[in-house]
T-cell receptor
Framework: RKEVEQDPGPFNVPEGATVAFNCTYS??????FFWYRQDCRKEPKLLMSVYSSGNEDGRFTAQLNRASQYISLLIRDSKLSDSATYLCVVRSASKIIFGSGTRLSIRP | DTEVTQTPKHLVMGMTNKKSLKCEQH?????MYWYKQKAKKPPELMFVYSYEKLSINESVPSRFSPECPNSSLLNLHLHALQPEDSALYLC????????????FGSGTRLTVV
């Protein structure tokens, strides 16, 4: 079993739709969680950290479920510019692990 | 300055060449990282430097040789690479090892011919 698993997608949704994807992790001692966004042929960029209480940044909401060991990302009112690969990142001690990424494509 | 700067952006090298990738940050971060990313795959950790000392080497072949001359600079020396080493090489930094939020450089796209 991979340490961090994501549905690779692609998710293909119309503009304005709400889309959500999950990421599961295997190490119950994992300490920190992040969502990164990576555009084609670009570097990953931090989208948001994920806190135990859940957090929201504009149209983006991140949730952490420690009991079931997953994190989620919800995007509301999706825009064409949201098309990208979304990488789940989990930190355990000093080890940072990337999920394989979920590809999201927003269509007009 | 909230950036990690990598040079060159693109590099084509032969299998007998020696080249170096450079990474620079002026955010006062004390942890710096090298990642390798192949197409449609996530970044794979290669090396971690903490306070200018190598703290993690993820069993990377010796044809890749990292160097941290000071707290702002990180180099990756390349020698006798193979075509399968062609990839995007990403540098990242964070306040401390495993600290909140990495900042990535824009990467060096390496092609080995």
């Amino acid at each position: 079993r991979k340490e961090v698993e994501q549905d690779p997608g692609p998710f293909n949704v119309p503009e304005g739709a709400t889309v959500a994807f999950n990421c599961t992790y295997s190490n119950s001692a994992s300490q920190s969680f992040f969502w990164y966004r990576q555009d084609c042929r670009k570097e990953p960029k931090l989208l948001m950290s994920v806190y135990s209480s859940g957090n929201e940044d504009g149209r983006f909401t991140a949730q952490l479920n420690r009991a079931s060991q997953y994190i989620s990302l919800l995007i509301r009112d999706s825009k064409l510019s949201d098309s990208a690969t979304y990488l789940c990142v989990v930190r355990s001690a000093s080890k940072i692990i990337f999920g394989s990424g979920t590809r999201l494509s927003i269509r007009p | 300055d909230t950036e990690v700067t990598q040079t060159p952006k693109h590099l084509v090298m032969g299998m007998t060449n020696k080249k170096s990738l450079k990474c620079e940050q002026h955010m006062g971060h004390r942890a710096m990282y090298w990642y390798k990313q192949k197409a449609k795959k996530p970044p794979e950790l290669m090396f971690v430097y903490s306070y200018e000392k190598l703290s993690i080497n993820e069993s990377v072949p010796s044809r890749f040789s990292p160097e941290c001359p000071n707290s702002s600079l990180l180099n990756l020396h390349l020698h006798a690479l193979q075509p399968e080493d062609s990839a995007l090489y990403l540098c990242a930094s964070s306040q401390e090892v495993g600290g909140y939020g990495y900042t990535f450089g824009s990467g060096t796209r390496l092609t080995v011919v």
